[in-house]
């Protein structure tokens, strides 16, 4: 290699493997809790490998898109870490997306090929079937196994006769590494790019600085590997440092891992942070915490209520709580409290301080640069950083005018921040028209475009919601002449916002049991009397997350 040239997964497997080749890599923290999967940095660096060569053999060249439909899992990471080897480009959908929105993603690009697993409870393969008919470019799509379930197959490969060798291409700094989308204000959405060298870089450091993450800790970001959260701190920065990262298959919002695991550093969102705060203290005390050293949250605005509670409870007011800010356009970390400078202070709510490089400014509507303390305006950044996005997949103009022409000179973010009286920066919410579901973004423009016999005119706007942060408030205008009842207009359109946007079905796919196997028909009592904070004891729930999903389908009938 020369200066400009580098090999990401050299560096995230092969280095490592040199000195510490029985190092935990990956524990994945499977839908069956307590059924964990350890994989050494010998065993991730073999199947990546294999993997590589299976797509090479399947015809993918270095620059071809290969998009992943997986949920967190180790031949997930490994299919990410094998394109990134042969020089390919890879886009991960996230798994909860629909057949519709995961074709929209595919058929952006030009020539690809496909990689999937048989559902479980969910079945994906059934989705991208129908997300393949529509997208004739398709080469080739790729099946793996999650469970014993029969899969209607178009084509299964025998992976594990591959080679354990494949020679890693030498890539330039600047060359694609991956495509990830994200909503934006208008329009469908953005295929951001990420290059090699700089994305590696600033994941590597944000996640050593941020996190205070030193060799040998277990590092827990709960984040699904389908939105960058999962690309930056599930898997580059972590791998990058030779760390041992968890991969939750799905989100747990039940502490137990962190003992079972001896979690280090603990990263999710506030939308879980303000659930689990709703099943008290007790609930949280009841697990060993010791091991936590770092809390970190990311997403969404947290507020002061659960982040105390998150400090004072689950940290036990000795792990410093660091609000990270930060998006799928910057790559890594931009703003965020540092524990590894010890002795700097940390306010509740608050992202703070620019991570090293990172210069934010705050400008006004005119365009004017807000020098003073105690002001709020458009957060800006006035200088590139190695993780920025380079640019939007096959729309370069718009990656101009989104970001770069807004405010001359500046990259602008599109939240808006307010700096205290004493330098810091808190952030206050988007400028534009994005709304914040759980951390997730939804462009308003893209729910308004869901057509519907009936609608005439529809616009969208976010309201603050207790736990999700920001709900979807939607404004219909009928057609003229229709008739059709409330009831059955509003069921419909929530059907097509969910078969649209995330494919997840309104009727709830498991019900609350105890660990026997009995219906907790007393929790769902309550929650059908909007009584779901008085839950009473939940000892012998099984999987709290069924819980949840009943409650958030009770409140979308309301
Ligand atoms: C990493 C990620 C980015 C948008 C961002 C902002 C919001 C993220 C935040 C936060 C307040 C924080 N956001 N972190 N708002 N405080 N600590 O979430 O990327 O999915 O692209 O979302 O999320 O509005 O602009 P992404």
Redesign the pocket.
Known sequence: CNDSQSSLSVNCLDRHVHTAPNKVALIWEKDEPGKEVRVTYRELLELTCRLGNTLKRQGVKRGDRVTIYMPPCPLAVASMLACARIGAVHTVVFAGFSSEALADRIRDGKRLLQTDRGGKVIELKQTVDQAVRACPLVKRVLVSMRTEQKVPMSELHEMMKEDVCCEPAVMESEDLLFLLY?SGSTGKPKGLVHSQAGYLLYTAITHKYVFDYHDGDIFGCV?DIG???GH?YVVYGPLCNGGTTVLFESTPVYPNPVERLRINQFYG??TAIRLLLRYGDEWVKRYDRSSLKTLG??????NTEAWEWYFNVVGDARCPVV????????GG?C??PRPSSPGDEILPGM?MRPFFGISPALLDDKGNILTQNNVSGALCISQAWPGMARTIYNDHKRFLETYLMPYPGFFF???GAYRTSQGYYQ?T??LDD?I?VS???LGTAELEDIVHRAVAESAVIGFPHEIKGEGAYVFIVLKKGTDVSQERLSNELKELVSKKIHGGSPFPTRLPKTRSGKIMRRVLKKIVEDKADELGDLTTLDDHEAVEEIIEGHKRLL
């Not at 949250?297 to 947290?302: D, N």
């Not at 609000?323 to 910057?330: A, F, H, I, K, R």
């Open positions: 994200t984040a939105w960058i959260t930056s969102a506030p949250s990311v997403g969404e605005p947290i609000d990270t800010w930060w998006q799928t356009e910057t970390i703003i965020s992202a973010t599109g939240d952030l919410g988007r994005v914040n951390g997730h973004r």
